[in-house]
């Protein structure tokens, strides 16, 4: 199978992976940075955005779809070991690139999968905005053209700074989300990661000040090399990339460099 991706710049090649419900969309503010220095190839997902599931029987747990990555990378001429850049769902992704020795460095923003079970406040925050949007799909078109709405609605799942995202893409973010078929086994496959305390690449992992989404909880290090950099940026949300495009861009650039 093949997954739709944008491309953008020339060099060494820079994965980006975006959340659970998300697409290639989540980087949209960062991926020009990062073109001026990189070969920059942000992917849908399997199962998200406008790529397909995976196969009937292959479940979509998180270290299938890293493998799934690596045979996408081998069909478009990638064979090294790669920078990767995830979000959420996507930094996961990334360290189990790691894991099974498919990346050369990761960095992960607001990774999943660092938590003993998943946290029912992310159950109840996603399920609930994809119902309400399902239901209500005018009152959610209708509050995401106010800022101040748009502020509110996506300070949980996204971030706070939700009123710099320009009223059509935060539109587009939010159809991502309801539509995207493989949302439900995703999340129902996600369980922990576990196993990375031998990871040799270089790893930096951060959760801002302001990740509302994932708490103390969901921020353990015990399956991380020990080696690993934790940072901590101030003001971040789960999704900072709309927050602060310059930061997010420094922090990948510095950590696959």
């Not at 309801?178 to 959760?207: D, L, M, N, W, Y």
Request: charged share 20%.
């Amino acid at each position: 199978m093949s997954w739709h991706y944008v491309e953008r710049g020339q060099g060494r090649p820079l994965v980006l992976l975006h959340g659970i419900g998300m697409s290639h969309r989540a980087w949209l503010p960062v991926m020009d940075r990062l073109a001026r220095e990189r070969r920059v190839l942000a992917f849908d997902t399997a199962g998200f955005g406008d790529s397909p599931c995976l196969p009937d029987g292959i479940p979509p747990t998180t270290g299938n779809l890293a493998r799934e990555l690596e045979r996408v990378l081998r069909r478009l001429g990638i064979e090294e070991p790669v920078d990767i850049a995830g979000n959420s769902m996507g930094g996961w992704m990334a360290l189990e690139a790691a894991r099974l020795g498919l990346a050369r460095s990761v960095v992960a923003i607001s990774p999943a999968g660092l938590w003993r079970q998943p946290p029912a406040r992310a159950k109840h925050v996603f399920f609930g905005l994809r119902r309400v949007a399902r239901t209500a799909p005018w009152l959610v078109k209708g509050s995401l053209r106010v800022a101040l709405l748009r502020e509110l609605l996506m300070a949980v799942p996204l971030s706070t700074g939700g009123r710099d995202i320009p009223a059509d893409i935060a539109l587009d973010l939010t159809w991502d989300f309801v539509k995207a078929p493989g949302f439900e086994a995703t999340f129902a496959h996600s369980g922990r990661f576990a196993g990375g305390q031998g990871i040799t690449a270089p790893v930096t992992v951060a959760f801002g000040t302001h990740d509302l989404l994932l708490g103390a909880a969901a921020r353990l290090r015990g399956e991380l090399p020990a080696q690993a950099r934790w940072l901590e940026p101030q003001g971040w949300g789960h999704v900072p990339m709309w927050k602060d495009p310059a930061g997010v861009a420094t922090l990948i650039l510095e950590g696959t460099g």
